[in-house]
């Protein structure tokens, strides 16, 4: 894996754009630190119940607190913040509930969207999803968990692109903090790597195959994964809920 390959995978926007050209992305200086923030935060670099401070993220980023503060509630409105008036900002606790429902929309959409792809007698439109998942494999080979989820999160959305849907993979993705979160908790329990790539290979072969049963019970048992496993992520990491 190439310390080049890994910076623009680690950047959709460049990866989208790699051999044609880099896309210049002109994004407001609150959006830079909302989706800088919304990382730390789904990565749990920023802890649930962790206190932030306005002026010390201004003077981190170099701003002054009128983005810092934009783009806090931008991430309020997405749950990742609490913001209490007057008196503090917390990272929020996981809100289970929130999962469940966004692991129900994603779970609703990728079905119909590995269906398509099963149906489709060309299937070429998956050679990337195929390419992704030997990155991934890679990935865990060499052991970088952060490397090897964001391959997960491609790989998905390569699924999506391939039926012409990627915004609506993106609008699953707005309202995944809760359930991203729970998943980098699960993540580095022993085994899991290893299940998310053997799903990932039945999911495509499934689709190869134009076989529908097979496709849709492999994404059924992929994305209920985590959920299956909340109540021990919990029992681990309770101040987090």
Do not use: W
Request: hydrophobic fraction near 40%; proline fraction near 4%.
């Amino acid at each position: 894996m190439t310390v080049e390959l890994a910076r623009l995978l680690d950047d959709p926007n460049k990866a989208a754009d790699a051999g044609s050209g880099e896309r210049i992305r002109r994004i407001s200086v609150s959006q830079q630190i909302q989706e800088s923030l919304r990382a730390r935060i789904i990565s749990l670099d920023l802890k649930p119940g962790l206190s932030l401070s306005r002026t010390d993220l201004a003077t981190h980023y170099g701003v002054s607190q009128t983005p810092v503060r934009d783009a806090m509630m931008k991430l309020e409105e997405e749950g990742l913040l609490t913001i209490y008036p007057q008196s503090k900002t917390e990272v929020s606790k996981i809100d289970v509930d929130h999962a469940r429902e966004t692991q129900f929309l994603r779970l609703s959409l990728e079905l119909e969207v590995t269906r398509t792809l099963a149906r489709q007698e060309d299937k070429s439109s998956i050679a990337p999803a195929r390419q992704i998942l030997k990155l991934q494999e890679t990935a865990h080979a060499e052991g970088d968990l952060g490397l090897f989820a964001n391959f997960d999160k491609r790989f998905h959305l390569s699924l999506f692109k391939a039926v012409g849907l990627a915004s609506l993979c993106q609008l699953v993705a707005s309202r995944s903090g809760h359930i991203d979160r729970l998943r980098n908790l699960n993540l580095p329990d022993p085994g899991k790597p290893a299940s998310i790539l053997r799903y990932h290979g039945l999911i495509l072969a499934g689709i190869e195959a134009s076989d529908e049963t097979a496709t849709e019970t492999a994404v059924r048992e992929h994305l209920s994964g985590t959920l299956q496993q909340v109540d021990q992520i919990v029992a681990r990491n309770p101040a987090f809920f």
